[in-house]
């Protein structure tokens, strides 16, 4: 299988937020920023003499952390050499994840001109108080400031992390966030279920009781509320979690959720080789040390068999609407989906939350809305 997808970790943010549980730090010095890059380029090269792959690159994917903390000259730097040592498709998808107040003019324009066509900014809320209540360090006015920005120097391509479910957030509040992220005139639109994850200041209050799990049906409600607002305005509603103009899906997660092969340089970044899946461990001090003395960075392998892998690609790719095409299942695995998850499909037909149609199975509009029963059922049956 060819190679088309490389995700590049840059695990630095000026503060660390109240729900983050991503591999992501602090206080990085500019020595720092300097020692990394040289690392990644380094595992960057370590990875592309062991793959045994060929390599066509429709998307690369700065994300984090926070990409835009380190200086741009580092970060073109960095695209530079990538562009340098693997074939990269015309006309690929480059994405930055951005935070907003992390950028400015400058930085966004070298950017530009270095060939990153997708921005990706981290907006959550417009609300100035649930901003500071989850830890972010931007204002209300630094989303519309780094927007205006992006256009400003040319980018026609962005997208805003939004999330639902924030501690007090009632059903207004989600729908004054929808109706403002809508005055921007946006290509795409990912909304998220804020998740309350152990070993997190959240979860930490979630523990001594100051913090209550999230309700369920009001979580439901703003997930349609999403769905019916987004969807009215020109968005097509293409995976569960995202949304997008017509021509802006974001092709990188698609690899992903077509259980493509993937390439992951950084501190716990993941690759995926099928059947291999490999995790560099998230140890940022050995990773830079190992890989300043030559050697390839700590991680762990390991080799989905095939019954996994065969569950794994229909709990991915029926997180896209448009289902799982059932002769790619086949002419992949020499087996038919429907055989071979023949008890969960009779469930869920049963319950109505997926269809089969035209050589595809997909969820229903309820299988949408109860998408985590029906990946179980998938990821059981077999
Ligand atoms: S900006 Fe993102 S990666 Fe950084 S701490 Fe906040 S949630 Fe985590």
Redesign the pocket.
Known sequence: MMLEALYIHIPF?KA??NY?D?L?FTGCTVELQHRYIEALKKEALLKNQKLDLEVNLKSIFFG???PTCLSSGLLVHLLDFIQANFPVEQGAEISVEA?PGTVNKEKLQLLYEAGVNRLSF?VQTFNKEMLKILGRIHTPEDIYASYALAREVGFTNVNFDLMYGLPGQDLKDWERTLLKALEFNLEHISAYQLKIERGTPFGQQMEEGVLQEFDDELALDMYKLADDYLGNKGFIHYEVANFAKPGYKCRHNEIYWRTKPYLGLGPGAHSFFPPQRIENLGELSSYINMLEEGDSPPCISEELTIPSLMSETMFMGLRLLEGVNLEDFYSRFGQDARSVFSGAIKKCLSNGLVEINNGYIKLTHLGLYLGNIVFEEFLSDN
């Open positions: 943010c660390k937020c983050c991503f992501s984090g952390g926070t935070n981290g």
